[in-house]
């Protein structure tokens, strides 16, 4: 038997998938997956390849809780949390293929005895980045732990292992999460009452229960019996050592608040100066700021790109743009009724459109933009002021129909709803109505039919 099982370790050992990625050693190993170190053999960059059998998530009904780990995974791209390269799938297994992290989990750290505060308050600092990027596009992780902390070959921190993680869209009506999920010496009082919790303040407790164990070296809650472990974490009884120091025994006591709607914040957090001693200030840009600024940070704005040439509609994309051809209403909403989305009919050049809207950027009260054309047709505004979900981004673009008639088109391309809703509402709206063509009933004259018909 044993023969045979290292026959087969043999085998998966020298498999290659997909064509692209040689499978090495066994890295670990789960209840349902097994992650191998693999090596791309078209760059040579190593991978941590997770394999999932198929056969066995279908049957034990853990399919969705797979397609949200990787929906997750797609979403929350930062320089703490282990970055998912591709998903690849044979009729019997899928496979993830991940960064891969050298330097183990940070359990294992903490197994050799209790962190230096400084070393504590590092991981610390680098785990609240991670987790409220994540908050901030509604991904709650629900099984924060060490063992799901790995470290590089640098000594940074990345959290791993979403497979418990739950979106803002599995809110019920109350607006809370009703699972009960995660590790029990790390899991929240308010879901093991299990009358709903806030995902965010749930993972901020879980945390305190990390940055507790990396101060002291074991758990601040210990019991051989279940039930009465529980029994302390409901009440918040645990006690810190005396090595904490009275600012670090102050954000523990923050953090492991039994009452969720006392404890501290992710924002308030982040303002205690403990939080703050020797911080690095390099923020974490977001996908669209990179886009926008370059990923050299080079913030280079107002200043044409290569030259574009003004777009003509096909038929697929009138369609797209409205609801049939009927664009006398000022500002229609898309098909899907989203508000992050808005389009105008007008007879004024394109570049007239842009300096009107370049215009509302530079003057706008609700928020100072930095604006970038590019092109003869479209124009980017990003937000100087870190918002609620980072900096707001919005797009603007402009589609021929006809010589003299155009379609605006303008959509937010992050940060946070609200405020862009805030923005178009109060300024950009009002400051539009001047060049935007509302009907032919109008004083302005209607513009001429476009000059072929298009066939779909």
Same mark, same amino acid.
């Given at each position: 038997?044993?023969?045979?099982?290292?026959?087969?370790?043999?085998?998966?050992?020298?498999?290659?998938?997909?064509?692209?990625?040689?499978?090495?050693?066994?890295?670990?190993?789960?209840?349902?997956?097994?992650?191998?170190?693999?090596? =791309?053999?078209?760059?040579?960059?190593?991978?941590?390849?997770?394999?999932?059998?198929?056969? +066995?998530?279908?049957?034990?009904?853990?399919?969705?809780?797979?397609?949200?780990?990787?929906?997750?995974?797609?979403?929350?791209?930062?320089?703490?949390?282990?970055?998912?390269?591709?998903?690849?799938?044979?009729? %019997?297994?899928?496979?993830?293929?991940?960064?891969?992290?050298?330097?183990?989990?940070?359990?294992?750290?903490?197994?050799?005895?209790?962190?230096?505060?400084?070393?504590?308050?590092?991981?610390?600092?680098?785990?609240?980045?991670?987790?409220?990027?994540?908050?901030?596009?509604?991904?709650?992780?629900?099984?924060?732990?060490?063992?799901?902390?790995?470290?590089?070959?640098?000594?940074?921190?990345?959290?791993?292992?979403?497979?418990?993680?739950?979106?803002?869209?599995?809110?019920?009506?109350?607006?809370?999460?009703?699972?009960?999920?995660?590790?029990?010496?790390?899991?929240?009082?308010?879901?093991?009452?299990?009358?709903?919790?806030?995902?965010?303040?749930?993972?901020?407790?879980?945390?305190?229960?990390?940055?507790?164990?990396?101060?002291?070296?074991?758990?601040?809650?210990?019991?051989?019996?279940?039930?009465?472990?529980?029994?302390?974490?409901?009440?918040?009884?645990?006690?810190?050592?005396?090595?904490?120091?009275?600012?670090?025994?102050?954000?523990?006591?923050?953090?492991?608040?039994?009452?969720?709607?006392?404890?501290?914040?992710?924002?308030?957090?982040?303002?205690?100066?403990?939080? =703050?001693?020797?911080?690095?200030?390099?923020?974490?840009?977001?996908?669209?700021?990179?886009?926008?600024?370059?990923?050299?940070?080079?913030?280079?704005?107002?200043?044409?790109?290569?030259?574009?040439?003004?777009?003509?509609?096909?038929?697929?994309?009138?369609?797209?743009?409205?609801?049939?051809?009927?664009? %006398?209403?000022?500002?229609?909403? %898309?098909?899907?009724?989203?508000?992050?989305?808005?389009?105008?009919?007008?007879?004024?050049?394109?570049?007239?459109?842009?300096?009107?809207?370049?215009?509302?950027?530079?003057?706008?009260?609700?928020?100072?933009?930095?604006?970038?054309?590019?092109?003869?047709?479209?124009?980017?505004?990003?937000?100087?002021?870190?918002?609620? +979900?980072?900096?707001?981004?919005?797009?603007?673009?402009?589609?021929?129909?006809?010589?003299?008639?155009?379609?605006?088109?303008?959509?937010?391309?992050?940060?946070?709803?609200?405020?862009?809703?805030?923005?178009?509402?109060?300024?950009?709206?009002?400051?539009?109505?001047?060049?935007?063509?509302?009907?032919?009933?109008?004083?302005?004259?209607?513009?001429?039919?476009?000059? %072929?018909?298009?066939?779909?």
């Amino acid at each position: 038997m044993e023969k045979i099982n290292n026959n087969k370790n043999q085998e998966q050992r020298a498999a290659v998938i997909n064509g692209k990625y040689k499978v090495g050693r066994l890295l670990g190993h789960g209840t349902f997956a097994k992650v191998y170190h693999a090596r =791309n053999l078209v760059s040579g960059e190593s991978v941590a390849m997770k394999v999932v059998g198929k056969e +066995k998530v279908i049957e034990v009904g853990m399919t969705e809780q797979v397609k949200r780990e990787i929906s997750v995974m797609k979403m929350v791209k930062h320089p703490n949390i282990v970055e998912l390269h591709e998903v690849m799938a044979s009729k %019997s297994k899928i496979y993830f293929a991940m960064e891969y992290v050298k330097g183990g989990e940070l359990f294992n750290k903490i197994s050799k005895g209790r962190l230096q505060e400084s070393n504590a308050r590092f991981y610390f600092q680098q785990l609240i980045s991670a987790i409220d990027f994540c908050h901030s596009r509604g991904v709650y992780h629900r099984d924060l732990k060490p063992e799901n902390l790995l470290l590089d070959d640098k000594g940074n921190l990345k959290v791993t292992d979403f497979g418990l993680s739950a979106f803002a869209d599995h809110l019920k009506q109350d607006g809370l999460l009703h699972t009960t999920c995660g590790t029990p010496a790390y899991v929240a009082p308010e879901v093991i009452g299990k009358k709903g919790y806030d995902g965010a303040k749930a993972d901020l407790w879980s945390c305190g229960v990390i940055l507790y164990v990396l101060l002291a070296g074991f758990l601040p809650f210990q019991d051989d019996n279940l039930v009465a472990m529980y029994k302390k974490i409901y009440k918040g009884d645990f006690k810190c050592p005396p090595w904490f120091s009275s600012e670090s025994r102050r954000i523990v006591t923050k953090l492991l608040d039994p009452n969720p709607s006392t404890r501290i914040t992710t924002a308030k957090l982040m303002e205690t100066p403990w939080f =703050n001693k020797s911080l690095q200030r390099n923020r974490v840009r977001t996908k669209e700021e990179l886009e926008f600024y370059g990923n050299n940070g080079d913030d280079e704005v107002l200043r044409d790109g290569k030259e574009k040439e003004k777009e003509t509609l096909n038929a697929f994309h009138i369609i797209s743009l409205s609801q049939g051809f009927d664009l %006398s209403p000022l500002f229609e909403e %898309s098909r899907k009724g989203s508000k992050e989305e808005m389009r105008f009919a007008t007879t004024t050049p394109a570049s007239g459109v842009i300096s009107k809207l370049e215009e509302v950027a530079r003057g706008s009260k609700v928020m100072k933009f930095d604006v970038k054309k590019r092109g003869e047709c479209a124009v980017r505004m990003m937000g100087q002021v870190i918002g609620r +979900k980072g900096k707001l981004g919005v797009a603007a673009e402009i589609y021929a129909m006809a010589p003299a008639f155009s379609v605006v088109e303008v959509k937010k391309e992050g940060g946070d709803t609200l405020e862009y809703n805030q923005f178009c509402s109060e300024e950009l709206r009002p400051a539009l109505k001047d060049i935007a063509w509302t009907s032919c009933s109008s004083t302005q004259t209607p513009p001429p039919p476009p000059s %072929s018909t298009a066939t779909v």
